[in-house]
């Protein structure tokens, strides 16, 4: 069973930063994609960025306006999402999906359906 892991939530007053980390078990060679959502209170789920590790390539939900980037370190099998310029639109649950199906997910890492999920870390930011 793969193990997603989230960690670096937390609170911040509008236009401050915050970075969120998640890592993985377990990866498939570089075959994998990894992908951050935010699921806000009375919202649906929402892309916010991810990856297919093989290519390296970002892929931004339409709403991050170049305010987020992410990383992957690959000795750690972490994915890094640096937030900055924090809103309070940004306020929410924050989760972590893998996929070991590179062949698929590569396609489009932000609207694939990922089999592992991590249990969330919160993000609130004040006005």
């Known amino acids: 069973q793969v193990h997603v892991a989230e960690s670096g939530g937390g609170s911040v007053q509008t236009g401050g930063s915050l970075t969120l980390s998640c890592t993985v078990s377990?990866?498939?060679?570089?075959?994998?994609?990894m992908a951050w959502f935010r699921e806000a209170s009375g919202k649906g789920r929402e892309a916010v960025a991810g990856?297919?590790?093989?290519?390296?390539?970002?892929w931004y939900g339409d709403d991050i306006e170049g305010r987020f980037t992410i990383s992957h370190d690959k000795v750690k099998k972490t994915l890094n999402l640096y937030m900055s310029d924090l809103k309070p639109d940004d306020t929410a649950i924050y989760y972590c999906?893998?996929?070991?199906?590179?062949?698929?997910?590569?396609?489009?890492?932000?609207?694939?359906?990922?089999?592992?999920w991590g249990q969330g870390t919160q993000v609130t930011v004040s006005s």
């Open positions: 999906a893998y996929s070991q199906h590179g062949g698929s997910c590569r396609r489009n890492p932000l609207g694939y359906g990922y089999e592992f």
């Open positions: 377990e990866d498939e060679d570089d075959n994998y994609c």
């Open positions: 990856t297919y590790i093989g290519s390296g390539i970002p």
